[in-house]
């Protein structure tokens, strides 16, 4: 089992910056292939961001490609997402998911680990 926590959701407003983190506890680490979702109010949940188990190779989603930067520390066992320019579209609850694989999906099926999300809003 691997347990999730978000953290550092707010409100923001357009063009600001806000660092979310998920700490996890449970199992090693390293062995988990770590992401970003989000799920804004009427609309299906989104990949955001992925990172390899290592940490070497990330993956973003177009709409948040140059903006958002995805990083973990598996000696903290911590997972970030640093998010930057953000826009009113930005606007949604950010989960951070663990899949025990080897390389990022931007499907939600494979990330059988879920934290309970923090909200994240943006003003114009």
């Known amino acids: 089992q691997v347990q999730l926590v978000e953290s550092g959701g707010g409100s923001v407003q357009a063009g600001g910056s806000l660092r979310l983190s998920c700490a996890t506890s449970?199992?090693?680490?390293?062995?988990?292939?770590l992401a970003w979702f989000r799920q804004a109010p009427g609309k299906e949940r989104e990949f955001v961001a992925g990172i390899s188990r290592s940490g070497d190779n990330t993956y973003y989603a177009d709409s948040v490609k140059g903006r958002f930067t995805i990083s973990r520390d598996n000696a903290k066992n911590m997972v970030i997402l640093q998010m930057n320019s953000l826009k009113p579209e930005d606007t949604a609850v950010y989960y951070c998911a663990a899949a025990l694989r080897v390389g990022v999906s931007a499907s939600s099926n494979p990330y059988g680990y879920w934290g309970q999300g923090t909200q994240v809003t943006v003003s114009s």
């Open positions: 449970g199992r090693t680490l390293s062995n988990y292939v």
